[in-house]
């Protein structure tokens, strides 16, 4: 059943991302590339070959598909670096030793649609991982968050959450993602995207500031539609081809 949670509506209250671009602009007409604390811009040159052809308006959904598939299979190792371990014993067939695994299991999250781009390639690294699916999307003319399906594992609270989504524009969805995943008490997670506009990390940023963004480039700025620049486009649309 579709429904917007109380977290969300509250977001829709104290935040407006068209009036917050406006302000922005006013304040610095071109933005100043900035440092922004616990965001992660993982600039290895093979993800940023890749990332400059996902950018390519001539990458049709197919090549779009593929490309956005290993970039976040790339991406999982700079994520993921610093995850705790916990040891286990391994027989080899020489001798017993002792190993370390993951200390918690995987629950991967991509916000409905785009996101789902990113699933198979992470799953690859990860293919323990549980799914969950959690469905935003833009309202166009007022750019608010709507969360319209939610379907997380039962012991999500437990487990390190990959938040996916390849772009993060006024941070709408980010944010409204989640605050929905701390509500089901979600207490490890890290948000992972492609491409990061300055304001949409100020907004998600703004309402959690624990939460780590990883992404392979900080954009210059939204435009008036709220579109990052340069950008990639609509990529819901052009994963799928609509
Ligand atoms: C896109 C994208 C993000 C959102 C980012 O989804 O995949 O979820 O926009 O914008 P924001 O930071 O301003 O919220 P979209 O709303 O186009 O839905 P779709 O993936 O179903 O096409
Ligand atoms: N969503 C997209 O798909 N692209 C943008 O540039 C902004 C939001």
């Known amino acids: 059943m579709a429904q917007r949670g109380d977290e969300l509506g509250e977001i829709s209250r104290t935040f407006n991302p068209l009036e917050a671009i406006g302000r922005i602009r006013i304040l610095a007409p071109s933005l100043p590339p900035m440092p922004f604390a616990n965001v992660h811009i993982i600039e290895h040159p093979v993800i940023q070959t890749k990332l400059t052809e996902l950018r390519d308006y001539t990458a049709d959904h197919r090549k779009f598909r593929t490309l956005l598939d290993e970039i976040a299979g790339l991406m999982v190792y700079e994520v993921t670096r610093d995850w705790p371990t ?6 080899t067939p020489l001798e017993k030793t002792i190993g370390q ?3 918690r299991p995987v629950t991967l999250v991509p916000i409905l649609r785009a996101g789902l781009g990113m699933a198979d390639g992470v799953l690859k690294l990860l293919p323990d ?3 969950g699916h959690l469905g935003v999307y833009r309202n166009e003319t007022t750019l608010e968050p709507v969360a319209y399906y939610q379907k997380l594992p039962p012991d999500v609270a437990e487990t390190e959450v990959l938040l996916i989504d390849p772009m993060l524009a006024t941070g709408g969805s980010g944010t409204a993602a989640i605050s929905f995943l701390k509500k089901a008490g979600v207490k490890h997670m890290r948000f ?3 491409v990061a506009a300055p304001e949409g990390i100020q907004m998600l940023h ?7 963004i990883y992404c392979a480039a900080v954009d210059r700025q939204l435009n008036e539609k709220a579109y990052i620049l340069p950008g990639l486009g609509d990529a819901g649309d052009r994963l799928f081809g609509t």
């Open 86 to 91: 916990m040891p286990k014993p391994v027989q």
């Open 192 to 194: 992972v995207c492609l």
């Open 101 to 103: 695994v993951l200390a």
């Open 129 to 131: 991982a549980r799914l």
């Open 206 to 212: 703004s309402h959690h500031p624990e939460v780590p």
